[in-house]
């Protein structure tokens, strides 16, 4: 019964796992579309304040909109990896950071993006 018990408890972790991957990737494909959405504002928020429609706590309220969704993008990434992480060792494997010691892959250009 111990044997049968273990197994199944191994089985509902793996599954636990492969559960929280996958909500926290909707969760950053919605985040991305966040981001998206803050840019533009930004950028439009930008152009107003260039063409002397727009005041420039527009452009900072626009900014500050956009840090957040990209901090949150950040944070959802950070999750994923953790989430990841503990999925492969949910499956018996081990997880060995690079031997060089740096961090994971960059985010691709288009999922983050930063203004001056």
């Known amino acids: ?8 408890d191994a089985l509902r972790e793996v599954a636990d796992h492969v559960n929280a991957v996958r909500s926290l ?3 950053a494909q919605s985040q991305h579309q966040a981001v998206a959405t803050a840019n533009a504002a930004f950028d439009l928020a930008g152009q107003r304040y260039r063409a002397g429609i727009g005041n420039y706590l527009d452009v900072l309220s626009a900014q500050s909109q ?3 969704a990209q901090q949150a993008l ?3 990434h950070s999750q994923q ?3 990841a ?3 492969t060792r949910a ?3 081990g997880f060995e950071p690079p031997a060089d010691g740096a961090a994971a892959p960059a985010a691709s250009s288009s999922s983050v993006s930063t203004h001056s």
Do not use: D, F, M
Request: charged fraction near 10%; aromatic fraction near 4%; charge should be neutral.
């Open 1 to 8: 019964a111990g044997y049968n018990q273990a197994v199944v």
């Open 25 to 27: 990737e909707q969760q």
């Open 66 to 68: 956009l840090l957040g």
């Open 74 to 76: 950040t944070a959802l």
């Open 81 to 83: 990896l953790l989430a």
């Open 85 to 87: 992480t503990r999925l």
């Open 91 to 93: 499956l018996g494997g």
